[in-house]
């Protein structure tokens, strides 16, 4: 079992950068494929970007990407979303979520695929 916690989400203004981290605990993070997902109020959670066990796939939404990048820190059992360019429409609580991974190259993009949530961090973009 994993737990996670986010952090790094606060108040920028638009063309402005954040990084957030998602922090895992316990000795098998290194076996966990990882994503990240976000929830905009009144609107469904979303897929945006993902990293494979071994951190060489990753996968992006068509909204994010060129603009966010996923990372992971095996060392540090923590992954990464750095986020650059942002809008007012990527407004959202975003969540890191990890799944027991056997396959090393395999990104999971559905939030039915994870087992393991954190508690959010939200992220505000004003224009």
């Known amino acids: 079992q994993v737990q996670l916690v986010e952090s790094g989400g606060g108040l920028v203004q638009a063309g402005g950068s954040l990084r957030l981290s998602c922090a895992a605990s316990?000795?098998?993070?290194?076996?966990?494929?990882m994503g990240w997902f976000r929830q905009a109020p009144g609107k469904e959670r979303e897929f945006v970007a993902a990293?494979?066990?071994?951190?060489?796939?990753?996968y992006y939404s068509d909204s994010v990407k060129g603009r966010f990048t996923i990372s992971r820190d095996i060392a540090k059992n923590t992954v990464y979303l750095q986020m650059n360019s942002l809008k007012p429409e990527d407004t959202a609580v975003y969540y890191c979520?990890?799944?027991?991974?056997?396959?090393?190259?395999?990104?999971?993009?559905?939030?039915?695929?994870?087992?393991?949530w954190g508690q959010g961090t939200q992220v505000a973009v004003s224009s």
């Open positions: 990293i494979s066990k071994s951190g060489g796939s990753t």
């Open positions: 316990g000795r098998t993070f290194s076996t966990y494929r």
């Open positions: 979520a990890a799944e027991p991974a056997r396959d090393s190259f395999y990104v999971a993009t559905t939030f039915r695929e994870y087992d393991y």
